[in-house]
């Protein structure tokens, strides 16, 4: 069995247990960490993985993740029934959630996801300039055509479903109209990431502080217009300055979140799966709760480039995952997150500020009243 300590950081609260079920994928993003080999997770091992939720006694959230998840869709398939008999016996609690490029979502798997609350993510880039550069097949072509059809049937069937865009120093110049094309196709939530591990420069990030500040009119826009979304950058950092810091946000590197891989070895993140210097155990036999505890610790800890920094707090510096893809290390801060981070801030201040001082009605509501994404979901229902 895995060693065991007092620091059991499983029963602080719900937790998500995320399942690479596969590394395979039937795209080849140029920006992706994944390592693409053959690796397929077993039934045994997913189940397991929902067994070790179980006995968390809170409300766990399964998440399914590759590679591309939809590869094997009779693995989640049975992965949720089997959750779903331990939820009607009052076991536990769960919900549900895949990550998918998209390529293989068709009406069945809609129509199943709807009846078993499955939570459905895409990974999309925006315009076509935008999302063909990185988001190719195997045969290195483009995937927007193909996925054209494919977002209306899975806004149809599931109008939430948020949008995943990573941005690259190659695509952001489309940044900007990458966010309205997705806005106006009918993503009501809209999750830009940095691939911070590209190639920025001088020139790049220029650029990427023009579309920010694109990006703040248009978001003034679509509030003034009372139109409801949740675009990612702005609400993190407007939510920073309202609550003192990201609190809400912060990184807690192996406390809320698990990864399992394929062959059931468990990690603190996504970013760290195959690494086995981060490896907290197996699935079947425990987690190894000092280890665990030992690298949410080391990621608690100040960084030495940020002591001293007036943004400090309301900054994404502390996130392993992010640290590792950008640096290599946990511990260590990319400067360009440190320049994305620093022009971020005052422009979503500044939005912020005029919104406020308009007593903006949906802006408050947003932003202010804790009941608003309850009652915008019965306004809309």
């Not at 939720?53 to 998840?69: D, M, Q, R, T």
């Not at 260590?332 to 009605?361: F, G, H, T």
């Amino acid at each position: 069995m895995a060693e065991r300590t007092g620091h059991n950081l499983t029963r602080m609260g719900n937790i998500h247990y995320t399942l690479h079920l596969t590394d395979s994928c039937n795209m080849a993003c140029k920006y992706c960490y994944v390592k693409q080999d053959s690796n397929v997770m077993s039934l045994e091992t997913a189940l397991a993985s929902v067994d070790a939720a179980k006995k968390l006694k809170a409300h766990c959230g399964i998440v399914f993740f590759g590679g591309e998840p939809l590869l094997y869709k009779d693995l989640m398939r049975e992965t949720v029934d089997y959750a779903n008999f331990i939820q009607a016996r009052g076991d536990a609690r769960f919900h549900y959630k895949v990550t998918t490029n998209g390529l293989l979502l068709d009406e069945e798997f809609l129509r199943w996801s709807r009846e078993n609350e499955v939570f459905i993510a895409i990974s999309h880039d925006g315009v076509r300039k935008a999302h063909d550069k990185n988001r190719k097949d195997k045969q290195g072509k483009g995937t927007f055509s193909r996925l054209e059809p494919i977002l209306e049937a899975l806004l149809k069937e599931r109008p939430y479903a948020p949008a995943l865009m990573t941005v690259d120093p190659s695509t952001v110049n489309h940044y900007a109209d990458s966010v309205e094309y997705l806005f106006r196709k009918g993503f009501k939530y809209i999750i830009c990431s940095l691939n911070y591990a590209g190639d920025w420069n001088e020139a790049s990030l220029r650029s990427l502080q023009r579309q920010y500040k694109r990006l703040a009119k248009m978001y003034e826009a679509w509030t003034n217009c009372e139109e409801k979304f949740y675009l990612s950058p702005f609400e993190v950092k407007i939510s920073s300055h309202i609550r003192g810091g990201c609190i809400g946000e912060r990184c807690e590197l192996g406390k809320k979140q698990v990864s399992i891989a394929p062959d059931g070895t468990v990690y603190p993140c996504v970013q760290f799966v195959g690494d086995k210097h981060f490896a907290m155990g197996n699935i079947h036999t425990g987690i190894n709760e000092t280890k665990r505890y030992s690298l949410y610790r080391m990621n608690e800890q100040e960084k030495e480039t940020c002591a001293g920094c007036a943004v400090r707090s309301r900054c994404n510096h502390f996130c392993g995952c992010l640290n590792r893809q950008s640096t290599g290390s946990i511990q260590n801060v990319s400067p360009v997150q440190c320049a994305n981070e620093r022009m971020l801030l005052p422009i979503a201040d500044a939005l912020a500020e005029r919104l406020y001082k308009k007593r903006n009605a949906m802006f408050i509501q947003k932003q202010y009243n804790d009941m608003y994404p309850l009652l915008s979901l019965i306004e809309d229902s």
